[in-house]
Every structure is written in structure tokens, then in C-alpha cells.
Nanobody
Framework: VQLQASGGGLVQAGGSLRLTCATS????????VSWYRQAPGKQRELVAT????????YADSVKGRFTISRDNANKDAVNLQMNSLKPEDTGVYLC???????????????WGQGTLVTVSS
């Protein structure tokens, strides 16, 4: 199972970015796709999750500003739309997927590489 994260960059405060996490490989079922972020000197933080049944959840710090959703063009990709960005949103954003590789198999967590988001004030 491979995860490919993309979409990071430099943006001014108040701007928007869209991150994409594309999954590929031997996947029977994806239980959830999540975005985490790692800011310098801080612990990794769970930002948003899209779980089975299209159930979404968000960190309090991003509620109302970030939206996680399945990509309309690619069912194997999940987007994180980030609006009204703040300097404190700066960090490396990593996507993870909880995947069952085969029928009846337990769920395993896989990680993609990070993509850097920098929000300037």
C-alpha cells in the first residue's frame, strides 16, 4: 500500500491550499484516511479524518476552516481543503490510511510522505 501526499506550499495568512492523499496498492477496504501535522518543536497532531460512511472529524483548531472529503475524480484520493489559513497552521502535513489488505484481515495503518505547508503572516 502506498500513499502519495501533494499540494503543500507557501501561502499568506487568510489564503487557501488543498492537499491530496492518493492511495494505491493492494487494498480491500480503507477504514479511514487521516491528515496529521507536525509543527517544529511540537507533537504530531491529528487534523482531520474521513472514516467509513463518509464520517468526518476535525481538530478543534481547524473546525470551520478545513474540510476533508473524497476526491470526485479519483475515488482512491482524499482531499483536505484548507481555508482561512493561519501562521499556526504551518507544518509538515502527513496523510495516513487505515487499510485492510484482504477480506477478513485486520486494519493496518500506512503513512505517506509529508508535504510542507508554510503560512506567512
Amino acid at each position: 500500500v502506498q500513499l502519495q501526499a501533494s499540494g503543500g506550499g507557501l501561502v499568506q495568512a487568510g489564503g487557501s491550499l488543498r492537499l491530496t492523499c492518493a492511495t494505491s496498492g493492494s487494498i480491500f477496504l480503507t477504514d479511514a484516511v487521516s491528515w496529521y501535522r507536525q509543527a517544529p518543536g511540537k507533537q504530531r497532531e491529528l487534523v482531520a479524518t474521513l472514516a467509513s460512511g463518509e464520517i468526518t472529524s476535525y481538530a478543534d483548531s481547524v473546525k470551520g476552516r478545513f474540510t476533508i472529503s473524497r476526491d470526485n475524480a479519483n475515488k482512491d484520493a482524499v482531499n483536505l481543503q484548507m481555508n482561512s489559513l493561519k501562521p499556526e497552521d504551518t507544518g509538515v502535513y502527513l496523510c495516513s490510511a487505515d487499510v485492510r489488505p484482504n477480506f477478513g484481515a485486520p486494519s493496518y495503518k500506512y503513512w505517506g510522505q509529508g508535504t510542507l505547508v508554510t503560512v506567512s503572516s
